[in-house]
């Protein structure tokens, strides 16, 4: 019998366009190796323009997927992205938590490309006491960072993304991944924070239009370079590379934002090389 590949169960939301969520997790994890198992946390109406409507899965059905498919195979990882509702935080939180030695990526999805919120005031506070304290790794963008560390008492606290980093990992996670595409910079510089500070920073050029998935794309390679074995630091660095090459492949098949590529690799079509600039 052959070797097994790395398994990796995924809480997201469906999303039809295939650019994001669920499909974007399961075409991430499969091209770089990986077996995904798939926990629907929410059935989503959109397309690559934005998010028209959201429909939670009932918690008690998150659970029971998650501990059905847990109970007969060996995962390497969990992956979390768009979770749905405060009880689904709670649902999944108690089910990872009795599996405290497989390591758990936390995208911590607030909002749509387009701005549509995700996320409630109700939900974020979930996520910093049930979710966050049992992370391994955060992969924010820098809004969402912002939105996670913010002091809701201080209508006067700006923190930057370092104290973001701070106060993530105070929260309970090992490690965060701060994001720069929302930044004012010529290139995206993506940061590695742990508990003594920067482990990495990297940049990349920035490409041009929009993408529909690519957190969710980066959040799941790291996820699967992690259950393949690498380091956290490599694990980031390989899944920001195989990231990049996704968005500089990816394609508009709407009228919306592109769409990441995550089969580039598979294609007939040559692509040059280029990345990252590691900066440690």
Not at 133 to 139: A, G, K, L, S
């Amino acid at each position: 019998m052959s070797e097994l590949p790395p398994i990796v169960l995924i809480f997201a939301a469906a999303d039809p366009s295939g650019g994001a969520g669920l499909q974007a997790d399961i075409m991430t994890l499969s091209s770089m190796g990986c077996h995904p198992l798939s926990c629907v946390t929410a059935i989503t109406i959109q397309d690559t323009m934005g998010v028209e409507d959201v429909l939670p899965v009932d918690p008690e059905w998150v659970a029971d997927q998650a501990r059905c498919v847990l109970e007969d195979m060996r995962v390497a990882a969990f992956k979390i992205g768009l979770v749905g509702s405060v009880e689904a935080i709670a649902s999944i939180a108690e089910v990872v938590s009795d599996y405290p030695e497989i390591p758990l990526v936390l995208d911590p999805v607030l909002a749509s490309g387009r701005g549509d919120e995700l996320a409630t005031e109700e939900m974020i506070t979930a996520l910093r006491e049930l979710l966050i304290p049992q992370t391994t790794i955060i992969t924010p963008n820098s809004l969402e960072a912002r939105r996670l560390a913010a002091d809701d008492s201080d209508e006067n606290d700006h923190p930057d993304l370092a104290e973001c980093a701070r106060r993530l990992i105070a929260t309970g996670c090992e490690y965060a991944l701060i994001t720069g595409t929302h930044e004012n910079t010529p290139e995206v510089v993506n940061t590695l924070y742990g508990q003594e500070g920067v482990m990495r920073s990297d940049s990349w050029r920035r490409l041009p239009g929009t993408y529909h998935g690519s957190g969710c794309t980066l959040a799941s390679a790291i996820a699967a370079t992690i259950a393949n074995g690498l380091s956290i630091g490599d694990a980031v660095k390989d899944a920001q590379e195989y990231t990049w090459q996704t968005l500089k492949a990816a394609f508009r098949p709407g009228m919306g934002q592109h769409v990441p590529d995550r089969l580039f690799w598979a294609r007939e079509e040559e692509h040059p090389e280029g990345g990252g600039r590691d900066e440690d």
